[in-house]
C-alpha cells in the first residue's frame, strides 16, 4: 500500500522560510517522479515543482529562485525548501508520486500560512 506523509507546514511571516518534507512508502521510490503541489482556498491544485529520479528539477514562475525541491532516495523522502515567503503562498501543499506505469498518489497535505 502507498502511502505519502508530508510534514513541516505551519505559519510564518512574510520573508519567512519552512522547509516541507515527504516520506514514501510502499513504492521503490527511487523509480518515481516526485512533486509538490499546492491548493489555495477557492483556487484549483497547481503544481509547485517535480523531481525526476535522475534528480532533474522543474519549477513553475512563481517557484523558481524561492523554491527548491530535492529527494533523499536512502530515506524516501522528498523535500520543498521554501524561501522569502509571501501572503499569496499560503495554501495546503500536497506531495505527489506518480509511478513508472503513470498511476499518482496524494499525500493528506500539509498547510502552509503566510502571514504576519
Known amino acids: 500500500q502507498v502511502q505519502l506523509v508530508e510534514s513541516g507546514g505551519g505559519l510564518v511571516q512574510p520573508g519567512g522560510s519552512l522547509k516541507l518534507s515527504c516520506v514514501a512508502s510502499g513504492s521503490i521510490f527511487s523509480l518515481n517522479l516526485m512533486g509538490w503541489y499546492r491548493q489555495a482556498p477557492g483556487k484549483e491544485r497547481e503544481l509547485v515543482a517535480r523531481?525526476?529520479?535522475?534528480?532533474?528539477?522543474a519549477y513553475t514562475d512563481f517557484s523558481r529562485g524561492r523554491f527548491t525541491i530535492s529527494r533523499d532516495n536512502a530515506k524516501n523522502t522528498v523535500y520543498l525548501q521554501m524561501n522569502s515567503l509571501k501572503p499569496e503562498d499560503t495554501a495546503v501543499y500536497y506531495c505527489n508520486m506518480r509511478v513508472p506505469s503513470g498511476l499518482d498518489y496524494w499525500g493528506q497535505g500539509t498547510q502552509v500560512t503566510v502571514s504576519s
Open positions: 523531481i525526476t529520479r535522475f534528480m532533474i528539477t
